[in-house]
């Protein structure tokens, strides 16, 4: 208690975010109580509602919080002086090093976010509660496309080349068929999408 | 009573034409308030020689001196008697209080300069984003100011003749850093227009001449990025062009000719390449990504069916 309480407010969100989160995927949004993760945390229920006051609330809050951390790292890359393609396998590498730094995340998002549309149906329309990252691959398909580097075409065409195979191959691992750890594939994968978008 | 002296160089005439609409004061009244030398196209008994040796002898005294049209030193491409436009502007350059460029041509050298069999044409002081045209950019006239530009492919009469009042009045006119007065080119042509709503729900038309819908995404609309009070001194008094269901041009901008494609709005993989001035591309997109998620359900029905 006393090391929790040591921590700043945003600190604390960020400890909530990845207890509920796990709990969550490992036994369904429905099945999971506030008091639930307050007790996995130490906390009283009490206090957890000072962060969030409702489960649907967290629920949201998770998405945005996965949106900012991953958009803030393709806006990084985004900012970076370095050929189109390259940043192709950054953004691949990115993905799935935060998966594998916090696996509870990508969880979530394939066992929750994709499963209980109905929790987000609103205040997380559309892409509201990801915005973050739409924006930052919308820049970044601008960009590439502006060079010359991507071949013109729809946005959501090109989006979905780009992001499909990463959501593919996180799906897989849960599914406990990748041999191989998916950051490992960055390579591969990076050159595939590259592939598929560059002009010809 | 101050006088004015209007010539040109390489135009259509445009302007003057716009000028003929001009609307509080009107046209006669504006000559009523300042006596207008000579004009080409309304002086019958003046000849422009006669009026040019009369100041080139300092028996004529010009306060305005308006230039219509773009710029040559080449007598092939623009002559008057047996001076180029460029000879002439050199005579009169320090003997005048006011030089004013009437119209994109004489400001930013607009569609003459594209003209690739002849890269001497130019604007007063201008041509396109370069500065220095004919008159290097430090230039000034007697009274203190560089070239006054009021762009516009024409120029609004009223632009022209709020300008005239102005100087005739005495007050100070604030230029921006193309040399347009601030007061009219303070404004984008996008702020008053009728379809700003449709522009904040990014409700877009996919036609010209529709009551709805804005024309930024499909239909190559400047509005947001060009710098005119079109839709806030109207034209003729009563409408504009995205009013009336016509994108803007941007007309009034010193790089209008070079653009290609004026009714398309150049995007990359669906994105606009240009988003409106005073805003990241980074804001606009996620800005515009939460509009689109929401429906106004008002501007998506045809006006006429609306409660
Ligand atoms: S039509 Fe053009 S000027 Fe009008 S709101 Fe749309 S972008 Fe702005």
Redesign the interface.
Known sequence: MSKIRKLTKEERKKEIVKVACRLFAERGYYNTTIPDIAEELGMSVGNLYNYFRSKEELAKYIMQYSSKLLGEEIHKINQQDIPTKEKIYKIVRKFFEIGQEQPELIEYFLRVFLSNREVFEEGC????CV??V???L??F??????KGD?R?????P?FVTLMGPLGGMVFLQGENVLPKEPVEYSQELAENIWRALKAD | MKNLLWIQGLSCNGNTQSLLNAENPYFYELFQKVELLYHPSFSYRENLQTVLKRIDSDKLKVNFLVVEGAVTSDMKFHRTGNYTIAQILQKLKDKVDYIIAAGNCASFGNIPATLSCNPDVTGLQFRFTQKGGLFPSDFKTKSGYPIINIPGCPMHPAWFTQTIIALLEGRKIVLDSFNRPKELFMYLSHDGCIRNEYFEWKVEGEEFGHKEGCLFYNLGCRGPMTHAPCNKILWNGISSKTRAGMPCIGCTEFDFPLRRNYFETK?????P?EVPLGVT??AY??IT??A??FKNERLNKKLEETD
């Open positions: 329309e559309g892409f509201l915005q973050e739409v924006t930052e919308m820049l398909l601008e960009e590439g496309a502006r991507f013109q075409q729809d946005f959501f090109a | 995007k990359n993989i669906g994105i390449e591309k980074r997109l996620t990504g939460v689109k998620t």
